[in-house]
């Protein structure tokens, strides 16, 4: 997919004027949300299972060094190759090469958000070879030509009407159909894909370094397909997806799916150690593992931005996050979006392309209570819009807002006198509870992004200074 | 890029040098589950979860009954060709109904397989790849057959039981293959089997 990132802004209020895209949006993200709630109050100590995951992604980073070593050592003594790419390039080289040099014809792919960051499926078919995405949802997408919004709902910004219409045209089903019929549709064609695809290409969720074991997470089954049938597996993986040892999966495993779907447990997680071993009745001849770096060394550099590398893509952020909500995954311009998106491709993209995302959040903090590995997301997008400003990177007006800020902030006459002049402007700003600025220039064009509640009418400090005697 | 190449850019980019010690990783915590280590207890909990994510349990008491049950759900299903794994108790369960079995196994409706033990806090089966992939997946109709002592509290103690001989392929199963992708309607069966059936005997 292009990468959009520098123009949130026309994404976004494209976006916002989607009464299709909104519904679907509000629908999903607010289903997502209660299940999880559900499912963490099930598991009681769900709070010291977060501390505990983000404690060992923590201490896992700190010496990936010594766990890729681990990783590596294991996997090859169980027969696996393992392939190092060092950008997504390189990395598509590798598997395109694999594919062609193994007669693959047709690829089974499931879903993986790495895939989609190096371009994979563009790179496949230039060289000759059918990618075929297999899970329902980015099948939807591939026969769209669309791309994922969500993490884990990666066609969750289409309603079923669009989705009936689609399989209507492409691939012949009723124009009534209803979702079953459309899963059967999807069921029959995708089964013929498993059983010609010669190679199957997942991501990981996890790989765990004392074993080399993998484990993926999914409902539907097609990635036990892709990993059972065709001859040769392929995963790849991202430098952080390591946990040192299998006693941690479980609980991994556990926050994941809760926070994912607000399920106790996902329908299916594959844990799986090299590849067909003698006397199996069947499974792939050959696994290979591809670890990519793609920017992620030079995140895992930075002491500041380290810990985004914890993350496990649950996609609770996003759920939770009032941006993401109304504006969906799109407007950020690239695979990764919501509050993990705007911290972590100014990681992988450089500031400059991305500036613009660390702004798209109220900072209302929802994202980093609801992160099942406590990534401080609110206080790491301060971070980029800490230092879009220090590199000049930041919209002109929003540079000399802060420093005009830093100014009369320390200056406690100024603040006073601005506090209350602020608030008689906004009086006469006020409709009906928010702030409509059509005809003060600047202002205006701030406010049309965002609803401004009017200030209260008494400032704390002033109330503060009456000894609260006076709440009106 | 090559191994040494690519850590040792990992390696730089944490201050690390080549030999450089490596801390203690925190303690392991495994979640709690709230279930004793009763029998009783674990099959009534396991039995609760199975159901709850849309499983179909059917208790035995005898070998002779599991079959019946068996025989009986593949009336039910109208299956007209099975794969069957050849560990023992399937074997024991389905020899006298001389089923037939799909010679291709993208044909058959059912399969059926044991376990290597279900898991009570999720509602889960655990299947290996040591007996085969295909018939825990290829088929719409998912048929197990499992003796009640084979349940454990949670999939750690699961793990356990494989010490460090892991099989090339552990899948944790809990329920029918569903997806919600089209407006978060929940469907079964869209690439996995869309009904469970395990006959608990004992
Ligand atoms: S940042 Fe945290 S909440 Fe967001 S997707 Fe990653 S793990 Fe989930």
Redesign the pocket.
């Known amino acids: 997919m292009e990468i959009t990132t520098s123009r949130f802004k026309e994404n976004a209020s494209g976006a916002l004027g989607d009464s299709n895209l909104q519904a679907a949006m509000r629908r999903a993200t607010g289903s997502f949300l209660s299940r999880r709630s559900a499912a963490v109050a099930d598991q009681g100590d769900f709070e010291a299972l977060r501390a505990y995951c983000g404690a060992v992604k923590a201490h896992t980073l700190e010496y990936l060094d010594h766990y890729l070593e681990q990783l590596v050592d294991r996997v090859e003594a169980l027969g696996g190759t393992v392939h190092f790419a060092a950008d997504g390039e390189e990395a598509v080289r590798i598997v395109t090469d694999l594919a062609v040099a193994n007669g693959v014809r047709t690829v089974a792919k499931s879903k993986s958000m790495l895939s989609e960051e190096i371009h994979l499926n563009e790179a496949l078919e230039a060289a000759g070879v059918c990618p075929v995405e297999t899970d329902l949802g980015e099948y939807i997408l591939q026969i769209d030509g669309d791309f994922p919004s969500h ?1 884990i709902g990666p066609a969750l910004h289409k309603t079923k009407e669009q989705i009936t219409q689609l399989f209507h045209e492409k691939l012949g089903t009723a124009a009534d159909a209803t979702v079953s019929e459309l899963t059967a549709a999807a069921r029959r064609i995708l089964r013929r894909s498993f059983l010609e695809a010669d190679m199957g290409v997942t991501g990981v969720n996890f790989a765990v370094a004392e074993t080399g074991t993998i484990a993926l997470v999914e409902n539907e089954g097609n990635i036990r397909f892709s990993t059972s049938l065709p001859r040769i597996h392929l995963a790849m993986m991202g430098i952080e997806k390591i946990v040192p040892r299998m006693r941690d999966l479980p609980a991994f495993l556990n926050v994941l799916t809760r ?2 779907t607000g399920q106790k447990a996902s329908s299916y997680i594959s844990i799986l150690t090299g590849s067909r071993r003698a006397g199996e009745p069947d499974g792939p001849e050959a696994f290979h593992l591809l670890i990519v770096d793609n920017g992620r060394s030079s995140v895992l550099a930075d002491p500041k931005l380290r810990d ?1 590398l ?9 759920n939770s996050c009032p941006v993401y909500q109304q504006v969906g995954g799109h407007a950020y311009g690239w695979v990764y979006s ?3 998106g705007a ?1 972590l491709d100014p990681g992988l993209l450089g500031l400059e392309e991305t500036q613009m995302l660390p702004h798209a959040s109220s900072l209302c903090g929802a ?1 980093g209570e ?4 406590k ?1 401080p ?1 609110p206080e790491l997008l301060v971070e980029h819009r800490r230092r879009a400003v220090e590199r000049g990177l930041a919209p002109r007006t929003e540079r000399l807002g802060i420093g005009a800020y830093a100014f009369i902030a320390s200056r406690p006459i100024l603040w006073n006198s601005g506090t209350t002049g602020g608030r008689v402007a906004a009086r006469l700003l006020d409709r009906g509870g928010s702030l409509k600025a059509g005809w003060v220039p600047g202002l205006a064009s701030w406010l049309k992004e965002r609803d401004f509640p009017a200030p209260a009418r008494r400032s704390f400090r002033e109330l503060w200074r009456r000894g609260l005697k006076d709440r009106a | 890029m090559n191994r040494d190449a690519f850590i040792g850019r990992v390696r730089q980019a944490l201050g690390r040098a080549p030999g450089d010690p490596v801390a203690a990783p925190p303690q392991p915590y495994i979640p709690e589950v709230p279930v004793s280590a009763d029998s009783g207890e674990l099959v009534a909990r396991f039995g609760a979860e199975f159901e709850g994510v849309g499983g179909q349990l059917h208790r035995a008491e005898s070998v002779e009954e599991a079959r019946e049950i068996l025989d009986r759900l593949l009336r039910e299903h109208q299956v007209a060709s099975v794969l069957i794994t050849d560990e023992p108790l399937v074997q024991v369960v389905t020899e006298p109904l001389a089923l037939k079995e799909a010679e291709d196994p993208a044909d058959a409706d059912a399969g059926i397989t044991g376990a290597v033990c279900g898991v009570a806090a999720t509602g889960s089966l655990v299947l290996s790849s040591g007996v085969g992939r295909r018939p825990s997946l290829m088929p719409l109709v998912h048929l197990v057959v499992l003796e009640s002592s084979a349940i454990v509290a949670d999939l750690h103690t699961a793990l356990e039981r494989f010490g460090g001989d892991l099989p090339s392929g552990l899948v944790q199963a809990t329920g029918p293959s569903r997806t919600a992708d089209i407006e978060q309607t929940l469907t079964t069966g869209v690439h996995g089997p869309g009904s469970v059936q395990l006959i608990l005997l004992g």
């Open positions: 993490i926070s994912a985004v914890r993350c496990i893509r649950c996609g609770a952020c996003l919501g509050p993990i911290v994202c609801v992160c099942p590995v990534i997301l």
